[in-house]
Structures are given as C-alpha cells and as structure tokens.
C-alpha cells in the first residue's frame, strides 16, 4: 500500500469511526490487512489512528457536552488493565479464531442495535441549560438534544465493566480499539443515550489504545514512517466525524452505527 492510499484508508475510517464511537482500527485493520500489509504491523498502525482520533474529536464532543467523563474513566479502568493482557499474549491467540469472534460479536451488535427504534432517553421539558452535564457522585446527567435536554443514567454497571474488559482484551490482542464493542455495551446493556456512549467511547479509546500500543512499540512492531502518515490523517477524519456526530439525530446515528458493525462483522468472518 502507498502513502497516498495509507493516508486515505486512515482518513476515511477515522471519519467513519468517531462518527460512531468505534474507532477507525475496526474498519482500518482488515483494510490495511487485504491491502497486504503484515497483521503484526497493521495492529499498532490501527490502535495510532484511534489515538489521534480521539484527540481530534475530543474538543468537538466537549464543547457539545456529550462526553460523561465519570461513565468513561470508571469503565476505562477495567478495559485499560484489559489491553494490557491482550497485548501481551498476543502472539499465542489464533488469528482466525479471533477473527472469527470479532465479526460474530459485530453482527450481533449491529442486529441488536438496528432492531430498537425509537429513543430510550425522551427530553425533559422541566430540564434547563443550567442542568446540562454531569451529576456529581452518579453516573448520571443530561445531554442537550435539538432544543431540549435529555436525561440519563447508566444501569448494570457490573456488566458494563465485564463488557469493557472485553473490548480492552480485544484491543490489545488485534489492534482494533475495541470501540465497536464499547459503544453498544454502554447503549444496550447501561442505557445510556447513543450520543453520549459514542462520543464517551470516542473519548476513551485512545487511552485504550495507548496502553496497547507501549506494548507494540517495545516489541519493534511500530513503523515510525508509517505511524506518521496515519497519525496526521486521522486527526482530520476525527475532526469530521466528531461534526457529523453532533448534527445528526440519535436514531440515525444508531444506524449509521449498526451499519458499520454489520460491514465490520462481514469483513472480519470473510477475513477468517
């Protein structure tokens, strides 16, 4: 792959995955991997483009206040501690097996999330602009919403936090952040709001990634050339999805997020 075709892939899957919380190693990954590229060295290349990702659309999802950071740094916790196992003993696990259980676990999500309509979390018309954010002690808050307030509060924590567990072992053993797994975790199992779940994953996958990637870069597997060219496109593609998440409304963002993993969970089993 050229430099021209590297910078574009990370490019469009950044886009593609702050729009939707998932991080664009799910989708650049097995792209750089169909395009030849060794998958030893395309996990770091991956877990890069969601680093600089998530830096880029932070300020966006903070100026929007869609980001809770409290949801976001208690279930960062067990997925961080995570990423640094599945780094570790990353040569031991079959690359077809793992495969294989990514693009099931994707077309699950992506069934789950496209059969739901309608919004979990309805505005609340006795909510002002003074109530916007989060609430001290609780894993709870409100989120704007066109021209209303919507409140919410994360349920079923203790699965939420084996869910993120998951999604760091997945990290750290293929290099795909792991965020097509957080996003629906914290929608679905904690009903948390779509926007706000995506947008905390956004926030968090970069720390996620990063323990992985000291993991990477002390075995030699980074490509600095590379790591460069892939770093600056995704700057941009997280700047773009960051804005494209915060004009569209949650039922299409919900879609837009169960396409994705449907393409995610094709391209991964036909990887395998």
Known sequence: MNPVELAFAALV???????????????????????????RLAAPLGLISVAAGSLAAAPRQLTDRVVNHRIGVSLEIAASAAAL???IVSGVVSERLLSIVLGVVALAAAVVGARRKGMRNKPDPALTAADLGERSGTLAGVYPLDDGFVPY?????PLGLLGMGAAGLIAGLSGVSGGFIKTPVTTEV???????????????????SAVALLVFASQGR?????????AGASLVGGVIGARLQSVLSPPVVRLALAGLLAVVGVVLLVRA
Do not use: C, N, W, Y
């Open 85 to 87: 196992v599945g780094a």
């Open 222 to 230: 980074v490509v600095p050339s590379d790591a460069a060219l892939v």
């Open 153 to 157: 509060q994360a349920k079923r924590v």
């Open 13 to 39: 899957t950044a886009t593609l995955g702050s729009l939707g919380g998932l991080g664009g190693a799910v989708l650049l990954v097995p792209v750089l991997v169909i395009a030849g590229v060794e998958p």
């Open 190 to 208: 904690m009903h948390v709001p779509v926007k706000v779940a995506a947008a905390t994953t956004t926030f968090t996958v970069g720390i996620t």
